[in-house]
């Protein structure tokens, strides 16, 4: 499971998409999340600010990310 470290807590959703690359756009994240394609927790998240914090896991494209806040 590979780590996303996020800044600070919380963090929406569809940035962290975004700022990782996982998708090309903020606009490609909106659309993966609309259509039920992320999950979050082991739940469908569609919710595009959804709020994540440290310890969250993110299920995207069958690859599994453990969000972790980077220390200052």
């Not at 700022?19 to 919710?47: C, H, P, W, Y």
Request: glycine content about 6%.
């Amino acid at each position: 499971m590979q780590e996303i470290q996020i800044l600070e807590e919380p963090t929406e959703l569809y940035k962290i998409l975004k700022f990782e690359s996982l998708v090309n756009s903020g606009g490609e994240a909106k659309a993966v999340i609309d259509d039920g394609q992320v999950m979050v927790n082991n739940e469908i998240e569609t919710r595009r600010r959804k709020k994540i914090i440290a310890g969250d896991i993110i299920d995207f494209m069958d690859k599994k990310y453990k969000v972790v806040l980077k220390q200052k």
